[in-house]
């Protein structure tokens, strides 16, 4: 697949691959078991410019591309999930919205301390009683003089643990139009702003998700991002750049664990033969080498699609899905191969296996995306 | 004007390949005993202000070299390609070298890798300075610079040698004086925004074809055979103070360890 990227790809896949080598896949099992977030790596990161990728260079950022973007995420995934999670959630469903639909003040406020990594920024959209549903969120900002007055309990935030700029979705007109749902940006640190316990999770344990809880807390109203009632097309915009993201990441898990079942393979003996003679393990080696292959064509595709212009929601969507479940299939013939060994903490295949799970559950599940996807196909809105 | 370096790199091969050499964009690569060099370049500049050209000489993949140079820091690029360069020894690559530095004066500062990972010979950089009549100094750790006058550091036989020399001089630059940084995504950015590297000819370089490329290089490659390593296995005996005295005579012996 290389071989029809342009040289400014193959620049990004390898300058990012050689810090990812060296600086996170050594410490990517041991964050995992102590459930660590690596600021001393994330602050080189930043200084790369994996927290800007897209954003402008005069704003801090790399000013790349999505492709770019889609490259880098896989690449860090492949090193670490955990890591991939932070840097694809900061940059496609934090900073992004905010260089969208941000105002001139806005952007220049949040985006260079984001775009430079020395914030991190979340999306808090996730509630107890609104997940898949989206529009049933309970939250709510209230307009008092020139602040709103916000109440909310988002759960499941990732890098919430950590998060200086946090994008809320509320309620902004909860008495009259209860469907009024917009987009208000919280900062840490703001009086009546709670930083709940992190989550104890199966995998993606790097990550610092938590909760994120909002008493009274008073936020202007210049917080605001584009108008009120815009939520839902922020939110929809967002994710379409979200799911590309998702679909990269489990696209850098799903080749990581390839290749350690086929070094594994190669090097594992039993009946006198390395694994990989018996031909039960290469029809694995085929179909993980053809999932993954797959995975990033229609990553890549839905890449393409944005750098052109054209839409590329059906295709992210696509992408994501096929992604996701070919990466806990992958995952899945990687601890097979290894074994009794592949579900011991010893092997990296085992990390690999918690960190897919997930990926077909988070910025929508794969059945949202199955319904989200035969309405487009169906011509429906 | 100010501080001028040049720094030769050149894209190689990854893979050793069984038969015959082609290389594309998948197997080539910035030589990784040039990334010190670049880092050294950089420093220099961070340091003493000036400009950095980077000069590669290969075929049209060698570009990629170039670009990921400028994406580093550098501020102008030169690919000197020429089907008549084909074939070219390391005199004739030293040669069209030297013509293109000529070409850029005045410089202060040639830089370049020790070796290369596909070629190893290690004479690019001594025939190039000979050829330009410039002193040269092998294997630098450390380079000072104070009015036209550099101050470098090398290891040699167990000994730090200091040497003063009169610029314009041409180094190699030790591949472990330094690590090397990462590439950081608004370079790559700014790389490919900006217009192509330049590139150059032999009539650009005032190069007779009977000076370049295989015409003009004395050497022939006969063959090129893959070598064979055979594994031998030795215990070694004793108590643990006798095996690993055996063990340190032996690797010292071999040459393994500098002891
Ligand atoms: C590690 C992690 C990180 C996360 N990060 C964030 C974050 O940063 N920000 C954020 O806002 N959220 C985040 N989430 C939340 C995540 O997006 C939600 O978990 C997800 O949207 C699903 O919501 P839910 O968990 O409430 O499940 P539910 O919506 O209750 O769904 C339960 C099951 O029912 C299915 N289902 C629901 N509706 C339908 C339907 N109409 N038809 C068919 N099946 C249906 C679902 O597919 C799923 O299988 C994160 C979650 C995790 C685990």
């Known amino acids: 697949m290389d071989s029809l990227l342009s040289e400014k790809h193959r620049i990004v896949r390898r300058s990012v691959r050689s810090f990812c080598e060296r600086e996170i896949r050594p410490i990517a099992g041991e964050i995992d078991r102590e459930a660590r977030f690596p600021w001393e790596v994330v602050e080189k990161m930043g200084k790369l410019g994996y927290f800007g990728i897209q954003a402008p260079v005069e704003l801090g950022g790399g000013g790349l591309d999505s492709m770019s973007y889609a490259i880098i995420v896989e690449e860090i995934s492949r090193a670490s999930g955990s890591l991939g999670l932070c840097v694809t959630v900061h940059n496609s469903v934090a900073l992004y919205p905010i260089l969208a639909f941000g105002s001139e003040e806005q952007i220049a406020k949040w985006a260079p301390p984001l775009a430079s990594g020395q914030k991190i920024g979340a999306f808090c959209l996730t509630e107890p009683n609104a997940g898949s549903d989206a529009s049933g969120i309970e939250g709510t900002a209230v307009a008092d003089g020139d602040a709103y007055v916000v109440n909310t309990n988002k759960v499941f935030v990732t890098n919430g643990g950590v998060a200086d700029i946090c994008l809320l979705f509320l309620k902004t007109n909860p008495y009259d139009d209860p469907g009024e749902i917009s987009v208000v940006v919280a900062e840490r640190g703001t009086p009546g702003f709670v930083v709940g316990d992190l989550e104890d999770l199966c995998g993606m344990r790097a990550n610092p998700v938590s909760s994120i809880r909002l008493y009274d807390c008073r936020l202007s109203r210049e917080n605001l991002l584009g108008r009120a009632g815009m939520g839902l097309k922020i939110g929809l915009a967002t994710l379409d750049t979200g799911r590309m993201g998702i679909a990269a990441q489990a696209l850098g898990i799903a080749q990581a664990a390839m290749e350690e079942g086929i070094l594994y393979a190669q090097q594992r003996r039993q009946f006198r033969v390395p694994l990989a003679k018996h031909q039960a393990i290469q029809m694995m080696i085929a179909d993980m080498g053809t999932l993954v292959e797959a995975s990033r064509l229609m990553t890549y595709r839905a890449a393409a699609f944005r750098d052109a212009g054209k839409s590329f929601s059906q295709e992210s969507a696509m992408a994501k899905l096929f992604a996701s479940e070919a990466c806990s299939k992958v995952t899945d013939m990687a601890v097979q191969i290894h074994g009794g060994y592949g579900y011991s903490k010893s092997y990296a295949v085992e990390r690999y296996y918690r960190d897919a799970r997930v990926t077909r559950i988070y910025e929508g599940s794969s059945e949202v995306h199955r319904m989200v996807i035969a309405r487009g196909l169906m011509g429906k809105k | ?259």
Not at chain 2, 21 to 46: G, H, M, Q, T, Y
Not at chain 2, 63 to 76: I, K, P, Q, T, Y
Request: charged residues 25%.
């Open chain 2, 1 to 259: 004007m100010g501080f001028h370096i040049a720094v030769c790199v050149k894209s190689v091969i990854l893979e050793a390949p069984a038969e015959q050499v082609i290389r594309n964009e998948d197997n080539s690569e910035l030589n990784p005993f040039d990334r010190p060099v670049l880092e050294a370049a950089l420093r220099l500049k961070e340091f003493y202000g000036g400009r950095i050209t980077a000069l590669t000489m290969g075929p049209s993949v060698s570009l990629s070299a170039l670009l990921e140079a400028r994406a580093f820091g550098v501020d102008r690029e030169i690919l000197i390609c020429d089907p008549g360069l084909a074939g070219s020894d390391t005199l004739a690559t030293s040669r069209a070298l030297a013509a293109a530095l000529r070409k850029l004066a005045p410089l202060d500062l040639v830089l370049f890798g020790v070796r290369t990972a596909d070629s190893d010979t290690g004479q690019v950089g001594p025939q190039t300075s000979v050829a330009l009549g410039i002193p040269f100094v092998g294997m630098v750790q450390s380079i000072e610079w104070k009015q036209d006058v550099f101050r470098v550091k090398r290891v040699a036989d167990h000994f730090v040698e200091e040497y003063e020399v009169k610029g314009p001089a041409a180094f190699t630059i030790h591949p472990g004086a330094l690590v090397p940084r990462d590439l950081g995504l608004a370079g790559i950015g700014r790389a490919f925004q900006g217009d192509r590297a330049e590139r150059w000819n032999l009539r650009d370089l005032g190069l007779q074809a009977d000076r370049a490329g295989d015409a003009g290089s004395p050497t022939r490659v006969l063959s090129m055979k893959r070598v064979t390593k055979t594994k031998q296995c030795e215990f070694i005996t004793g108590d643990a103070l006798e095996q690993a005295d055996a063990l340190m005579k032996r690797l010292s012996e071999s040459g393994a360890l500098g002891v």
